[in-house]
């Protein structure tokens, strides 16, 4: 809503985090969004409310307080053990309505970038997406959101003056969760989907479950990538195996793929894909110009390579200097199975 | 079934450029092309198209130059384009674009199907396809990787999920996003292309959608881009391991765990 | 090749217009305008294939589309790994139709718009993405006897792999192999004459004034001195330097430098013979 005056914004109240619930388990990235809210409620004085919405949520609702809530606002309901996003928004901009919170989070992953968009829209608020830094304007109390955008090659800082609530998605792995605090406890509030919410405009037919689902490059955490160093496909499957452990995804430099040994989608560069994970291995690539424009705005990159002079050494925030057939097995010793 | 496409003009990062003082990309003199997300959503339009007939209508807001990548889409086989341009519709946040592209829909009339780009690879938001819908009060569809089946006012829909992907049953009309594993895009023709030159290109204008002033551009827009920085720089000092491998590996690993990336 | 290195035959390489020009026609009259210009001297036009991974219309349908005449034995057509398999067919049907026999058969840059060959398309099974190899292979099998095969060699590459990859792709069928630019001579592009004596082979020559490309055209930083390159002697050179090999002109300036190059060939060749 618009709240272009000090009176306005002043009816806004508290730090709220929408929960990301997959098969009625609240995710971690919820913990992480209440880390952040914590500090963000500490700076406005005000509560962290956390909103779930799922379906069996028995039991989950303590662990909210032990991480930052002081308020839990659920909503426990079968057709929530789907993903209906019309559903879902409804609920959440009565909630908003009713409550006038001064701040909603949500995770940046699939189901939330769905569902708080409609609700920004139906509440008249701007929504800053994938945020990397939320901090309080000392001067007034605005939230100013750090956001990466062109890919990664500018950040820019945003904020919402004149409308409330202010909104904003962050990537799960961004924030740091709070230790478990057990002895905290909080107020719970349960609330219903009501009649007029549910829409029937989506059924969901079909969930097909597949953690093991083999994670696309562009939207990889961790991504070991091999170059010519790899020597061929048998190579790449020592690549895997780090790959597999830390659940990320295997990338290549255009040696390798046209060499044969990983089909094109893997490749990273110019002429591949631009990629922008938290943590990037190199494993056996030199880092031509060609490559580097492909990755160079990941956040810590690694380079494993005999030679410590190439350019991809030069670059990286940890260069091993050796055999990655020696290294690599070494690394995943090291990483324990999840 | 009547569909309406919205494609957004980007920078291309294919001819970037690295700066080598900074190691960063060059935007400068970085020729404009189609949002690569955005070439799916209207190759899926075409292949609906072309399976049970209809019509394709591909729409940008943007400055009087996004009129090329209407043209691209129609070489590929859209039948119609409509530019939203006008200076009023300029500094739209995600907010104001979703409220004039939905805005123009309504326009159209009798849209069944809107396909959007999973992103756009320079705002990065994905928030204008569900915004659409909002303003709409459509059904929505994000991330989309395959359409088994759409008729008699029904659509199916595979959602993709970080965890898997579901299956859903929507009413139209409905906002769809898709992503990259829905199809592959063909490349325009010569013929294609110089057919779609051809074509007359509708501007709109603010008044045209009959948008209210107060909803669009800069005045519709809740977000103020306040600032913008380079990101900050990378760590300027490389840890150099040369120990043996399981020194190395050790040691990377307790950094991977300091820095929380384990 | 072997008949355009006999003959001073020059590979002159044209790019047809991009996809995203915003100035179409004049493109199109631009490349009609240099097509035939190599054809009236009775040059070989090399017509390149998304290169750069930049979105281009494909050669074949800009002779097509703009009815030019190709001239027997005297178009060549690059022809990469980034088609989907009718596409593929598509063009190498046009090309048997053209009597167009001469391609150049690279693996090619991509780009997020350009699809790919799988492995399936072209009936490979030991591979886990196609490369001029495959794809070489697939030409062979489909079309036995119907082209002449060209490979691509880039001396700025290791060397150890590149000539163990040159080895499959003569393997697989090709029978000449045109080089990444060479300023003067190359060491490695020596040692590649004396590997394949029997195979002849085009050096490539960097037309362009602008030495800073070249890096980015070869993948790998090309130390050259930009204020000293000068083209047209650099072309001198190499056919003093390699007087077996054919040469393939990248970027060549059809305003001012054509008429320079035009009879360079013989007048270098009389030249050295004299001396
Ligand atoms: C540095 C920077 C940061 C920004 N951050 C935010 C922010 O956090 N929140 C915010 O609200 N706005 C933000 N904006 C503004 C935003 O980029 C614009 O609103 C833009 O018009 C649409 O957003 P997007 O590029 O993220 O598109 P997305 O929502 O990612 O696009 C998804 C799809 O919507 C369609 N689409 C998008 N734009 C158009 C268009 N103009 N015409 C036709 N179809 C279109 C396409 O199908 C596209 O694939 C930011 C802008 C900049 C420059
Ligand atoms: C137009 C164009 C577009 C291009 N686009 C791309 C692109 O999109 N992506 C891309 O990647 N490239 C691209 N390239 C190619 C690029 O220029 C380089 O040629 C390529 O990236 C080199 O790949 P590499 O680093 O794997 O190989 P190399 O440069 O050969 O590096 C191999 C490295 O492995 C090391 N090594 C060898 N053995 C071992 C071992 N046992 N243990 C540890 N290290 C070892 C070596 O020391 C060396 O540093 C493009 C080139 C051009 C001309």
């Known amino acids: 809503m618009i709240a272009n005056t000090d009176e306005a914004r002043t009816g806004y109240r508290n730090v709220w985090v929408v929960a990301e619930v997959l098969g009625g388990q609240i995710q971690k990235v919820t913990y992480e969004l209440l880390g952040a809210a914590r500090s963000l409620a500490n700076d406005r004085a005000c509560e962290v409310w956390c909103v779930v919405m799922g379906h069996g949520l028995d039991g989950q609702i303590e662990p909210l307080f032990h991480g930052g809530a002081d308020v839990v606002l659920a909503v426990d309901e079968p057709r929530f053990a789907e993903f209906v996003d019309e559903d879902m928004a409804s609920v959440l901009v009565r909630f908003v309505d009713t409550h006038k919170p001064e701040i909603v989070l949500c995770g940046a992953t699939t189901r939330g970038r769905a569902l708080i968009p409609r609700v920004a829209v139906a509440a008249n608020c701007g929504l800053t997406a994938d945020c990397t830094g939320l901090s309080i304007d000392p001067e007034n109390g ?60 989506k059924k969901v037919v079909e969930i097909f479950q597949d953690t093991e689902n083999a994670i696309n490059l562009a939207d990889a955490r961790f991504i070991i990538a091999g170059g010519r160093g790899v020597k061929g496909p048998e190579g790449f499957q020592l690549l895997k195996r780090l790959a597999e452990r830390v ?92 | 079934m009547k569909m ?236 150099v391991l040369n120990g043996s491998p399981s020194e190395s590996a050790g040691t990377l690993v307790r950094e991977l765990r300091r820095r929380g990336l384990l | 090749m072997q008949h355009h290195i006999e003959n001073r035959i ?81 063009i190498l049907e046009s090309c048997k139709e053209m009597k167009i026999e001469q391609l150049l058969v690279i693996s090619g840059d991509g780009s997020d718009r350009l699809p790919k060959l799988t492995p399936a398309d072209v009936g490979a099974t030991d591979v886990e993405s196609v490369t001029s190899v495959e794809l070489l292979r697939y030409i062979r099998r489909e079309y036995p ?37 060479v300023i003067d001579n190359h060491p490695v592009v020596d040692k590649l004459l004396e590997k394949y004596p029997d195979i002849p082979v085009a050096v490539e020559a960097w037309m362009s004034k602008n030495i800073g490309l070249l890096s980015e055209a070869v993948g790998y930083e090309v130390a050259e001195d930009p204020e000293s390159f000068n083209p047209v002697e650099t072309l001198k050179n190499l056919h003093r330097n390699y007087p077996r090999c054919g040469v393939y002109l990248s970027l060549l300036g059809f305003k001012k430098q054509y008429d320079r190059i035009t009879g360079l060939w013989e007048q270098v060749q009389s030249e050295e013979v004299a001396s």
């Open chain 1, 142 to 201: 605005d939230l100013l959101q750090t956001r990466p955008a062109f890919g990664g090659n500018i950040m820019a800082t945003i904020r919402c003056s004149n409308h409330r609530p202010q909104m904003a998605t962050v990537r799960p792995r961004v924030m740091n969760a709070l230790p478990a605090d057990t002895g905290r406890t909080g107020r719970v509030i349960r609330e219903q989907l009501l009649e007029s919410e549910k829409s029937t405009l």
């Open chain 1, 247 to 338: 659940n990320g995804a295997v990338g290549a430099s255009r040696a390798a793929v046209d060499s044969g040994w990983v089909p094109y989608n893997h490749q990273v560069g110019q002429t591949g894909q631009t990629v922008q994970a938290m943590v990037y291995v190199a494993c056996g690539i030199s880092g031509q110009i060609q490559h580097l424009v492909g990755m160079q705005s990941c956040d810590y990159i690694i380079a494993i390579d005999k030679d410590p002079d190439t350019p991809l050494m030069q670059l990286a925030d940890v260069a091993i200097v050796g055999d990655l057939f020696e290294v690599l097995p070494e690394i995943v010793r090291e990483i324990p199975r999840t």
């Open chain 2, 4 to 239: 309406v496409v919205c494609v957004k003009q980007v920078p291309g990062t294919h001819d970037a450029k690295i700066d080598p003082e900074t190691k960063r990309i060059v935007r400068e003199g970085i020729k404009a092309v189609m949002n690569p997300f955005d070439t799916y959503a209207v190759e899926e339009a075409v292949k609906i198209k072309e399976k049970s007939g209809g019509e394709v209508i591909v729409m940008t807001m943007g400055p009087p130059r996004a009129e090329t990548v209407l043209r691209e889409a129609i070489s590929v086989g859209a039948d119609a384009g409509i530019l939203l341009s006008g200076r009023a519709f300029g500094g739209s946040d995600t907010w104001a674009t979703s409220y004039a592209l939905a805005k123009a829909i309504e326009k159209i009339g009798g849209v069944d199907l809107v396909l959007c780009g999973k992103q756009a690879i320079d705002g990065d938001t994905a928030q204008v396809g569900p915004g659409i819908a909002a303003q709409l009060g459509w059904a929505q569809a994000t991330y989309v990787m395959e359409i088994p089946e759409s008729n008699n006012g029904v659509i199916t829909t595979r959602r993709m999920h970080e965890d898997g992907w579901d299956l859903c049953e929507i009413t139209l009309p409905a906002v769809l996003t898709v992503v990259k594993d829905i199809n592959q895009p063909r490349v325009p023709t010569l013929k294609g292309r110089l057919a779609a030159q051809k074509l007359d290109i509708p501007v709109w204008s603010p008044e045209d959608i009959g948008a209210d002033e107060e909803l669009i551009g800069l005045n519709g827009s809740p977000t103020r881009v306040v600032k913008t920085n380079p990101p900050p720089p990378r760590g300027a000092e490389t840890l």
């Open chain 3, 10 to 90: 020059y590979h002159v390489e044209v790019l047809p217009p991009k996809q995203d020009s915003e100035k179409l026609e004049a493109d199109l009259e631009r490349f009609t305008n240099k097509f035939n210009r190599v054809m009236d001297s009775g040059y070989c036009c090399c017509i390149t294939d998304n290169a750069m991974g930049n979105l281009a219309f494909q050669g074949t349908e800009m002779i097509e589309e703009l009815e030019l005449e190709p001239k027997p034995g005297l178009v060549m057509i690059h022809l990469n790994t980034f088609h989907t398999k009718d596409d593929l067919d598509r």
């Open chain 3, 145 to 181: 006897g119907v082209f002449e095969l060209g490979v691509a060699f880039n001396p700025y590459e290791p060397e150890e792999h590149e000539f163990a990859k040159m080895e499959r792709k003569i393997d697989a069928g090709a029978s000449f192999i045109i080089t990444q630019p």
